[in-house]
């Protein structure tokens, strides 16, 4: 599913300039390390604050000031990613914009890599690098293909450890158990957590889907670029350390409402009229037990935790 891509055609046009948008809510300090780590690697910095109730954005006026290339804007309140995004792209003043979360650490050169495969070929709409665990590992999500409905069932009901004998039938969307590639390569879709993209690509294919408010909004993005003609490179030598979650801990139900509500947008967007309606239905209501799982398993767990802090 994926294919090994030449950086050969240069891409002509004026001199790159990088605005990183960083999009938070409740980091804490992480949101102070990540734009320490991205500060000598963008030309500048614009924070899109959701309301957070946290000392994050004090921390970051602490250590930081609009003379190191960063700006704050501070939403009344929490409007999603995607809409947040949209703001800080709306207020940048770079031809290629930088979307990061704020739980994410940059190697050196990160950017650098990025744009330099961006760069190689027009036909290249948005870059992705290496996101790694704490531990060091692949996270996944970097590099994967679209979940389709069909393959989001086939994960679900674990029919993945079939894909020895049909490979192309019970594929997992899920790229991060394959070895790691020593080149860019071509994907169908990479994470929002990290996406380097020209401005002028968006102004072409759409801005953020303001419709989803938590989740799915990337794979939309990727999908409408892909259908655009353009084509979307994994970087596996751009390494970002991503503390995923950190902005979400707090209100998990909420948080799995959204992401499968996204979900369901997600499919009916691209896949309606792709599948017959007893096997979308069918996937609806997947996609709706699966949230209730999900719900009740958090909910006891919370309830586990505060009977435990009433004993103590």
């Not at 002028?200 to 993005?221: M, R």
């Not at 990727?222 to 979650?245: E, Q």
């Not at 979308?280 to 802090?309: D, E, I, P, Q, T």
Request: proline share 4%; net charge positive.
């Amino acid at each position: 599913m994926t294919k090994n891509i030449k950086l050969a055609v240069p891409d002509i046009e004026s001199r790159c300039s990088l605005s990183a948008v960083v999009v938070n809510y409740n980091a804490g300090a992480y949101l102070l390390g990540c734009i320490q780590s991205v500060m000598d690697q963008c030309d500048e910095i614009i924070v899109v604050d959701n309301a957070s109730s946290d000392a994050s954005l004090q921390l970051l006026e602490q250590n930081f000031s609009p003379r190191h290339g960063l700006h704050i804007i501070r939403n009344k309140k929490n409007l999603g990613f995607a809409a947040a995004c949209n703001i800080g792209a709306s207020h940048a003043t770079g031809n290629h914009l930088f979307f990061l979360n704020p739980d994410c650490l940059l190697d050196p050169d990160v950017t650098a890599k990025l744009i330099k495969a961006l760069r190689s070929d027009t036909k290249i709409g948005m870059v992705g690098g290496l996101l790694v665990n704490p531990d060091g590992t692949e996270q996944g999500g970097g590099r994967r293909a679209i979940p389709t409905p069909w393959r989001s069932f086939v994960r679900a009901f674990g029919l993945g450890r079939l894909a020895h004998r049909w490979p192309k039938l019970f594929f997992d969307f899920h790229l991060h158990n394959q070895p790691l590639p020593q080149h860019p390569i071509e994907v169908e879709a990479i994470s929002g957590a990290c996406m380097l993209v020209r401005k002028s690509t968006l102004d072409d294919v759409g801005f953020w889907d303001e419709s989803y408010f938590l989740h799915c909004e990337d794979l939309d993005l990727c999908m409408r670029l892909t259908n655009s003609g353009k084509k979307i490179l994994f970087v596996p030598d751009a390494r970002i350390l991503h503390y995923k979650g950190v902005c979400s801990r707090a209100r998990p139900v909420f948080v799995e409402w959204h992401k499968h509500l996204g979900m369901m947008r997600f499919y009916r967007k691209f896949f309606k009229h792709q599948y017959p309606n007893f096997l979308m239905w069918v996937v609806s209501l997947g996609v709706w037990l699966r949230f209730s799982m999900a719900a009740a398993y958090h909910s006891v767990r919370n309830a586990a935790r505060f009977l435990k802090l009433r004993r103590d």
